[in-house]
Each structure stands twice: as structure tokens, then as C-alpha cells.
Antibody, heavy 125, light 107 residues
């Protein structure tokens, strides 16, 4: 059974940092991209970014709203994905979801098929 | 960025009814559309990928169709456990974006 469990959420002041972890199980972690999405109550989900597998260089992509502030990384030996969030703003408040990205052969695209239960991040003074 | 417009924003139907949700892209996106179900307090769940392919383990009453700019999601016989918000999502290019959602309730 595929499992992703986010941890590390909480209350943080504007301008500070927070790091989310996403330990996984039930699949070969190194074969997949890992993505992060976020959502505020009553709103549609918003893509944050993703990291490709090492087979595709482990390259990262980010939404414009978080680029240069957030960093996604991965530890293939432990099966864990991370989201480092720096210079946090009030508008970064939301539930953050870790997701598994299956590569669509020949298209350079990914389908994010499994999602964790989410971690709440609140940015407030 | 390409926008996705979903309609209706909400609907109420009886158990056993057939319901349809539409998702229109502001530009052609081939078949690079997924459909997710999100129940209250839960994470989104992938139901349909590539516009019409049923994700493994998802009941066959769910289906999707379309390509280019117009996409349709159908529940052939609405069940009480289908109460949720449904989102279309495009993955043709970055940034990945979602439609505004359709809240489905039981009449």
C-alpha cells in the first residue's frame, strides 16, 4: 500500500523558515518524482513544485509564487521527500500535501497519483 | 497561464442520478487532464487521468472524456459516498493548475 505521511507543520512567524518531511512506503521511491501542493479552506489546490527522480537528474520545478524561497529535496536511501520553506509569508498559510509523481513515458510530464493526508502550516505573528 | 473553467460550481442530485461536470481550457491541452475527488477534510484522490483513463481501483461509474479544450466528467449512478468536491487539473505544461471545483451533494 502506497503511503505518504507529511510532518513538520505548525505555526511560524512571517519571515521565518519551516521544513516539511514526507516519509513514504509501499513503492520504489527512487522511480518517482515527488511533488508538493497546498490548499487553503474552500479554495482549489495549488501546485507548489516537484523534484524529478535521479534518472531525470533530480531536477526541480517551482511555482512562481514560491520560487527562490522554497526548496524541494529528496533522500532516495530513506524514501523521504522534503520541502524547505524560507522567508515565509502569510499567504503561504495552508495545508501542504506531499504527492507521488508517475512519469508519463515520452511526454516529460507527470501524473500526481497518491497524496499524503496533509500538514497544516500557519504563518502568523 | 492556461485557465480551467469548471461548471457547475455546485450541484445537488438524487441517489442513482447521472451527473456531468464540464471543464473548459482557455487553450488546447490535448488530453492532459486529470480529475480528482476531494472529500471534506481529506486529500484529493485521483479518479481519472489523461482525460478518460480510470485510475486503478476506482469504480466504473466514474468516467471522463474530451480532448483539446472541452472535457467532461460523469458519474453514471450517484452514490451517497460520492459527496465531495471534484476538480479537473491540467498537466500539459507548468504551472500545473486546477479548475475551480464542483461541489456535489445528495438531494
Amino acid at each position: 500500500e502506497v503511503q505518504l505521511v507529511e510532518s513538520g507543520g505548525g505555526l511560524v512567524q512571517p519571515g521565518r523558515s519551516l521544513k516539511l518531511s514526507c516519509p513514504t512506503s509501499g513503492f520504489t521511491f527512487g522511480d518517482y518524482a515527488m511533488g508538493w501542493f497546498r490548499q487553503t479552506p474552500g479554495k482549489r489546490p495549488e501546485w507548489v513544485g516537484f523534484i524529478r527522480s535521479q534518472a531525470y537528474g533530480g531536477a526541480t520545478e517551482y511555482a512562481a509564487s514560491v520560487k527562490d524561497r522554497f526548496t524541494i529535496s529528496r533522500d532516495d536511501s530513506q524514501g523521504i521527500a522534503y520541502l524547505q520553506m524560507d522567508s515565509l509569508k502569510a499567504e503561504d498559510t495552508g495545508v501542504y500535501y506531499c504527492t507521488r509523481g508517475g512519469y508519463v513515458w515520452g511526454t516529460y510530464r507527470y501524473v500526481f497519483d497518491y497524496w499524503g493526508q496533509g500538514a497544516l502550516v500557519t504563518v502568523s505573528s | 497561464d492556461i485557465q480551467l473553467t469548471q461548471s457547475p460550481s455546485s450541484l445537488s442530485a438524487s441517489v442513482g442520478d447521472r451527473i456531468t461536470i464540464t471543464c473548459q481550457a482557455s487553450q488546447g491541452i490535448s488530453s492532459f487532464v486529470n480529475w480528482y475527488q476531494q472529500k471534506v477534510g481529506k486529500a484529493p484522490k485521483l479518479l481519472i487521468h489523461h482525460a478518460s483513463t480510470l485510475q486503478r481501483g476506482v469504480p466504473s461509474r466514474f468516467s471522463g472524456s474530451g480532448s483539446g479544450t472541452d472535457f467532461t466528467f460523469t458519474i453514471s449512478s450517484l452514490q451517497p459516498e460520492d459527496v465531495a468536491t471534484y476538480y479537473c487539473q491540467r498537466f500539459d505544461n507548468l504551472p500545473l493548475t486546477f479548475g475551480g471545483g464542483t461541489k456535489v451533494e445528495i438531494k
